[in-house]
């Protein structure tokens, strides 16, 4: 299931005034436009029926992202591979390792946080308010909620304060199950940090009466759907990535791919912190992206609001994970089959740059002779600190990987096609 509840202005592209389809709204690679018709069925009749529609060659294809109620295996994205012999003391059978590696770091992600989306808040009429969160709230959606921010105050360093929101200050009007709410909230500590879910902030939510939305208490009306998500630490690429990750794979859970969409930083300091955000939003959106703080001191009203799965969840992509040894895949990320990737040097953090590089399918080197290796401050932890590193070894590691990638089979079948392709014109 696509989750509970239907967002149609979210699926549904832009009309123009001739009552045609503006298929320039549908921002995907061509590739994953079949996957696209395959979740929106009505989509894909329109295109059979408008002759302006330009993917009429992908209609003949029959594909399936691995999350839909009914994709069989064979028409999956992507499968996870083994490389060499699994070792017998394992105690799972290779089709069970598969299977796990597709639920933790493939689509199959998707599908389980899919299952277990829970309506915490119903409306009665479609004028009113809507809440639904998958487990441990980690990717939350709502319906015309609300948020008191006159008292926020976001004149501090504290990028997530967990007093921006509080008891009628964020809510909606519908029949809230606080009870369900709050047995939500009963797992390990780890998922109540800020990064890890959206907890302190769902703790708060309330049903409100009457609707605010009806009642002119909202300062300023979102109409436009909403994309919320939290910032990680800038200075950390790795970390910094998990944002957009997650942020993909939140437009898969909501089924929505449309660049008519917001997105708004969840920072409750005063500063700019967009880290790369400037550069990449684009991928996600066409207007400018909107930091919290330009709402401090107002009543908000979002139309649809998304609160995008955040970065550091309990067993999340990418931080945290740990896909079963001797896997790789053709993931989400994965664009190339020719790659290699090299970490300069791990900074005392052993499994998380392999296994990042294992979920993408490529080969991983890492810096080998630590007496080559310099720290800036020795005292610091390895990653709190700047390093400096042997030139010699440097240009060595760097050629074990380009010859790597140069003798790769793959690669060497690729120059025979284009050699041949060449000698045939």
């Not at 929101?165 to 109540?192: E, R, W, Y």
């Not at 010859?403 to 025979?416: C, E, F, G, P, Y």
Request: glycine letters at 4%; charged letters at 25%.
């Amino acid at each position: 299931m696509l989750g509970l509840w239907l967002w149609p202005h979210l699926l549904t592209l832009v009309a123009t005034a001739e009552g045609a389809t503006d298929w320039g709204d549908l921002r995907l690679p061509l590739e994953h436009v079949p996957y696209f018709f395959r979740n929106n069925p009505h989509l894909e009749q329109r295109c059979k029926d408008e002759d302006t529609c330009p993917y009429k060659a992908m209609l003949r294809e029959t594909r399936c992202w691995g999350y839909e109620e009914k994709c069989p295996e064979s028409q999956r994205k992507s499968l996870p591979q083994c490389e060499g012999e699994v070792e017998p003391t394992r105690r799972k059978s290779v089709p069970d390792r598969k299977s796990l590696f597709w639920r933790q770091a493939d689509f199959g992600y998707v599908k389980d946080r899919m299952d277990n989306m829970k309506v915490f808040c119903r409306g009665s009429h479609t004028s009113d308010s809507s809440l639904e969160c998958t487990d441990a709230l980690g990717f939350c959606r709502g319906r015309n909620i609300y948020l008191d921010l006159r008292h926020a105050n976001m004149t501090t360093r504290d990028r997530y304060r967990n007093d921006i929101v509080h008891n009628s200050t964020f809510g909606g009007h519908c029949d809230l199950d606080k009870v369900g709410l709050n047995a939500a909230m009963t797992t390990p500590v780890i998922n109540k940090r800020p990064l890890a879910s959206w907890m302190q902030e769902m703790e708060h939510f309330a049903s409100l009466h009457p609707q605010p939305l009806s009642t002119g208490e909202c300062d300023v009306i979102v109409d436009r759907p909403t994309l919320i998500i939290k910032m990680d630490e800038e200075y950390n690429i790795f970390h910094h990535t998990c944002v957009f990750m997650n942020l993909y794979i939140s437009l898969h859970l909501n089924n929505s791919f449309s660049k008519h969409v917001n997105l708004l930083v969840w920072d409750t300091s005063a500063f700019d912190l967009l880290g790369y955000m400037s550069e990449l939003r684009g991928a996600f959106t066409k207007h400018d992206v909107m930091l919290l703080k330009q709402l401090d001191g107002k009543r908000v009203c979002f139309r649809d609001a998304i609160f995008s799965l955040p970065s550091r969840m309990l067993l999340g992509i990418y931080y945290n994970l740990a896909p079963p040894e001797k896997l790789r895949v053709t993931f989400l990320v994965r664009n190339q089959y020719l790659s290699q990737t090299s970490c300069s040097y791990r900074c005392g953090i052993d499994n998380m740059y392999p296994d990042l590089a294992r979920m993408r399918g490529i080969n991983y080197i890492t810096w080998e002779k630590m007496d080559a290796l310099t720290p800036e401050n020795k005292t610091a932890l390895p990653n709190r600190t700047n390093y400096s590193f042997d030139v010699g070894e440097f240009v060595r590691l760097v050629r074990v990987a380009a010859d790597q990638v140069t003798s790769h089979h793959d690669l060497k079948k690729a120059r025979l096609r284009t050699h041949k392709g060449h000698r045939e014109l």
